[in-house]
């Protein structure tokens, strides 16, 4: 294989440039969207319960029954309603969306109980322990006593756990579909051809159209990080510059997987459906990002294996988060590395086939 | 590309029903006994019997709790105390310690809920002292309080928007790219006709995807539709008008497919997030809540659950359906009156 030129590189970077820059629409989405997602992220998802519509129906009416519905009433979790025993009138409430569960004071006070509307499982199953809670408040019988200690993020903060997952998916996202895509419209509009019929070298060509986007996913990626720290104190506890190498490793893998997409898609609304089904599905869902991989389901837990960045997600937490060192973050980081060398060859081979049918 | 349009919603149906359970499972704990007695042994095997939790280790070594959960190799880690056997029996309140990764804050709340009442439910049985208060629970709708039922209905909710306004909007969006919008141009079709003719495919493909993928959730997952098609229908038809409308918006604004297929990515995302399927409006701060307000989708994902899990019926429905409606006119009307034949 002769020499690369240098030259030649720079210049299709130089022309990938230039056409990003000149769609402004796409830069500004792709530079907006990151910052809102994190906003959104960070304000709105909030898994803690904050009021319960609770009905009360009181079939005691006695001192102790009234003892109970003073905790709810007392309390500001609840906004406690009257209701009737019947089954009929709790149907209707729950139909109108009126209340989220009944509690049923049993008359001899002995068994009561608590009826939820179960169409949200995660909420029904909270307000199922804080109604248990507070039945239970005041009762000095718990036999043991139990302290908690949390490590790394003492006040549960949720940004400490989706910043570092935002970054990936904002590096994946931009790394592998931009660059299918834009390998992809050449294609798809013939100027591919073109480009190979000049003394271009292939390689060239490629190292050329990826660079701009290495260059614009970090410094998109820095941003937010940027912004995570400073809107939601996330934490930097590991090496700056252990954290860009490997960041790099991981675009690197997602680049690879762009190019992929790109040896096999024909047209541009196929190089974007892939991109999003083989990128942007998974690292949302099965990557760890929201919720823990291990509680999935074995078969889903398998296909986590093959995604990226469920091993850059642990580099990044480890990093920020828990000041990880570089030693200890060597498998995920192998993984990646091995992932890269893969993704790259089966690329090479397939632009290779390619390019010999092309004559 | 046939292929794609119905290989992704099965796929995204299953994987999200799936993945996005927040049912605890398989926590790593790290368990330092020391005191090694037959109390501490059975408390041990509590957390064996579940399968909330995994026993990854029984040791002696302190230290070892912080090394693993810096590694990840655990997720939590349990100090029982010496003497604990004997306090217990004696009554004397023994004190258990609990450490946990909070990288994952969500988490870690949950497990700690659940270790705390296998303690409890373990620790009861040596008080004398029994609680006075019983409380059983029922759930109705969904007996097991599985996830899938509640989330299968928002997923397909979420689906019949990503296919409405994305293939819509990127499909005009290729005649402007390809210069055939300029051939049409030139013919005698007028604009309402040359939008119906684009649009109504992909309304009646969408209605065709929201069956689909909703009885393949229902077949995977095992949940039934509880209410009236004919009603989710009819309610579909009037949602899609606000997507197909958004579609259409968004494909006069792009130049060119990439950017058709941003715009409706950032609308979608901001929309799927603000609609209640992750995280239930209710629980978002009120500067946020009112925004959801304003998203169409909130609106359509309550109702596609409450018709699917509840029979949910129309006159309960009013205040969902009624801004579906106004905004299926008004979206619609807006972006057809901007859609011109020309380009600009």
């Known amino acids: 294989m002769q020499m690369l030129n240098k030259t030649r590189i720079l210049a299709i970077a130089k022309k990938e440039f230039f056409h990003i820059i000149h769609d402004p629409r796409s830069l500004i989405i792709v530079l907006i969207l990151p910052v809102l997602q994190l906003i959104m992220f960070g304000y709105a998802l909030n898994s803690e319960v904050s009021n319960i519509n609770l009905g009360i129906a009181d079939n005691s009416h006695s001192t102790q029954s009234y003892e109970i519905k003073k905790k709810f009433i007392g309390s500001d979790l609840y906004t406690v309603y009257d209701i009737s025993n019947q089954p009929e009138a709790i149907h209707q409430a729950f139909l109108q969306q009126k209340l989220n569960a009944v509690l049923l004071i049993d008359r001899d006070m002995k068994n009561h109980q608590l009826i939820l509307d179960g169409s949200d499982p995660n909420v029904s199953a909270y307000i199922k322990d804080y109604v248990l809670q507070t039945m239970q408040s005041g009762a000095e019988y718990l036999p043991v006593d139990v302290r908690t200690q949390m490590l790394y993020n003492p006040e549960l903060k949720s940004s400490y756990f989706f910043v570092p997952g935002l970054i990936a998916l904002i590096l994946i996202m931009i790394s592998a579909l931009l660059t299918s895509i834009s390998i992809t419209r050449e294609k798809e509009n013939g100027t591919l051809e073109q480009l190979l019929v000049s003394p271009l070298h292939p390689l060239e060509f490629i190292l050329g159209k990826i660079l701009p986007y290495i260059v614009i996913s970090m410094f998109i990626g820095l941003i937010i990080l940027f912004f995570g720290m400073l809107l939601f104190e996330v934490v930097f506890l590991g090496n700056f510059i252990v954290f860009v190498l490997l960041s790099l490793v991981y675009v690197c893998t997602a680049l690879s997987l762009g190019l992929m997409i790109s040896t096999v898609s024909k047209t541009q609304m196929q190089a974007m459906m892939l991109a999003l089904m083989i990128t942007m599905l998974p690292t949302v869902m099965l990557s760890g990002f929201i919720s823990p991989i291990s509680s999935m389901p074995k078969f889903l837990q398998l296909i986590s294996w093959i995604i990226p960045a469920k091993y850059y997600l642990k580099i990044t937490r480890g990093l920020m988060i828990k000041g990880n060192t570089f030693t200890e973050l060597l498998e995920p980081t192998f993984i990646l590395i091995a992932f890269t060398m893969l993704l790259i060859v089966i690329a090479w081979k397939k632009f290779d086939k390619q390019m010999k049918e092309l004559g | ?344």
């Open chain 2, 1 to 344: 590309m046939m292929k794609l349009i119905v290989i992704i919603p099965i796929v995204q149906t299953i994987l999200l029903g799936f993945a996005i359970s927040n049912e605890l499972r398989n926590q790593s704990l790290i368990i330092v006994d020391l005191d090694q007695s037959s109390q501490s042994r059975d408390l041990i095997n509590q957390f064996r019997h579940t399968d909330r939790f995994i026993v990854s280790e029984v040791t002696q070594d302190i230290n070892q709790i912080h090394k693993q959960i810096r590694i990840w190799k655990c997720n939590a880690g349990i100090i029982i105390p010496r003497n604990f056997g004997k306090d217990l029996v004696l009554e004397r309140k023994p004190q258990i310690e609990l450490v946990f990764d909070a990288v994952d804050g969500n988490t870690a709340g949950i497990a700690i809920q659940y270790i705390g009442r296998i303690i409890s439910d373990f620790a009861l049985e040596y008080s004398s002292v029994k609680p006075q208060i019983n409380m059983n629970d029922r759930s109705w709708y969904n007996a097991d309080m599985k996830p899938y039922q509640y989330m299968v209905p928002g997923i397909v909710a979420v689906l019949v928007t990503i296919i409405s306004m994305l293939f819509s909007s990127m499909a005009l969006v290729r005649e402007k790219e390809v210069g055939t919008l300029e051939q049409l141009m030139v013919t005698p079709i007028k604009k309402w006709e040359l939008l119906a003719g684009k649009l109504i495919p992909f309304l009646i493909l969408s209605l065709i995807e929201f069956y689909f993928a909703l009885f393949v959730g229902q077949f995977v997952f095992g949940i039934r539709m509880q209410g009236s098609y004919l009603l989710m229908s009819i309610l579909t038809t009037i949602y899609l008008f606000t997507t197909l409308g958004l579609g259409v918006s968004i494909s006069v604004i792009s130049q060119t497919q990439q950017q058709a297929m941003f715009f409706s990515w950032f609308f979608m995302l901001f929309m799927t997030l603000l609609s209640g399927l992750f995280m239930p409006v209710s629980n978002m701060p009120d500067s946020i809540r009112w925004i959801t307000y304003l998203n169409p989708m909130m609106y359509f994902v309550n109702i596609t659950r409450e018709v699917f899990q509840k029979g949910n019926q129309f006159a309960y429905l009013f205040r969902d359906i009624v801004p579906l409606f106004v905004y299926g006119i008004t979206v619609f009307t807006f972006s057809v009156l901007k859609f011109h034949k020309r380009i600009d």
